[in-house]
């Protein structure tokens, strides 16, 4: 239960990493100010930011907070489907056991379908990294 709970808060603290970026910052005094550009700029091809908006469809300003919000949500997909495989595991495992007391032979069989349930949370994980991957890379 602790690794949920480490788990759902080190993802909100991400969430909260992104609302709290402040892109309007202003530059510090000491640094010159020097323009570079990399030779597709000095060319005329668009650059790298440019096309991340053209790919998220977001203004800028709006990115933030919809980042924020899908860092929630890969929390909550984590938080809800690692507490499914435990509740699945706890109950699947308590039948097991008292099928394996009953006739020893059945243990090997049970824990197949107490596999089946961590197999939820591996999952749960894995959707969470496709989201953190595909969308939130493109919003940041």
């Known amino acids: 239960m602790k690794y949920v709970l480490l788990t759902m808060v080190m993802l909100m603290a991400l969430g909260t990493m992104v609302m709290a970026q402040d892109n309007d910052a202003p530059p510090v005094a000491d640094a010159p100010q020097v323009e570079v550009k990399t030779p597709g700029e000095a060319i005329g091809r668009p650059t790298e930011d440019d096309q991340q ?34 509740y699945a595991v ?3 495992g308590s039948a097991a056991i008292g099928a394996a007391s009953e006739k020893p032979e059945m243990m090997g069989r049970s824990l197949v379908f107490v596999a089946l349930g961590e197999g ?21």
Not at 120 to 140: K, P, S, W
């Open 90 to 92: 706890a109950h699947i």
């Open 53 to 86: 908006a053209e790919v998220s469809g977001l203004p800028a300003e709006d990115r933030g907070m919809v980042a924020a919000f899908v860092a929630a949500s890969v929390a909550f997909i984590t938080g809800i489907s690692v507490l499914g495989a435990a």
């Open 120 to 140: 939820l949370a591996v999952l749960g994980l894995a959707v969470a990294f496709v989201l953190m991957f595909t969308v939130l890379n493109r919003l940041i």
